[in-house]
């Protein structure tokens, strides 16, 4: 009986090594049908995994939602650039008319 017990809990109760990589991966990747079952069993008795794994989605989409905002530029910027570049080649043409 105690071998029985063994295999259940090697192959249905993570421990928390097994557990964090696994939260993680779920973040990037689809996890099969026994691995989402042995992650959420994992986090529903685990309130330590399941703050780790609140903690790096929540780290994860400010990340995300960071780049997001970055990536476009206010129409402001994108009309000082485009003045910066006008400038740069109105000197060029200047410097280059006066050689």
């Given at each position: 009986?105690?071998?029985?017990?063994?295999?259940?809990?090697?192959?249905?109760?993570?421990?928390?090594?097994?557990?964090?990589?696994?939260?993680?991966?779920?973040?990037?990747?689809?996890?099969?049908?026994?691995?989402?079952?042995?992650?959420?069993?994992?986090?529903l008795?685990?309130?330590?995994?399941?703050?780790?794994?609140?903690?790096?989605?929540?780290?994860?989409?400010?990340?995300?939602?960071?780049?997001?905002?970055?990536?476009?530029?206010?129409?402001?910027?994108?009309?000082?650039?485009?003045?910066?570049?006008?400038?740069?080649e109105?000197?060029?043409?200047?410097?280059?008319?006066?050689?």
């Amino acid at each position: 009986m105690h071998t029985s017990t063994n295999v259940f809990k090697r192959q249905f109760i993570l421990t928390c090594k097994q557990a964090a990589p696994l939260a993680s991966r779920s973040l990037d990747e689809s996890l099969t049908l026994h691995e989402q079952l042995l992650l959420k069993w994992h986090l529903l008795i685990c309130q330590s995994c399941a703050t780790y794994f609140s903690q790096i989605k929540l780290i994860r989409k400010i990340i995300r939602d960071k780049r997001a905002s970055t990536m476009g530029l206010s129409d402001e910027a994108r009309k000082r650039i485009a003045q910066v570049l006008s400038d740069a080649e109105a000197s060029i043409t200047l410097n280059n008319s006066n050689q």
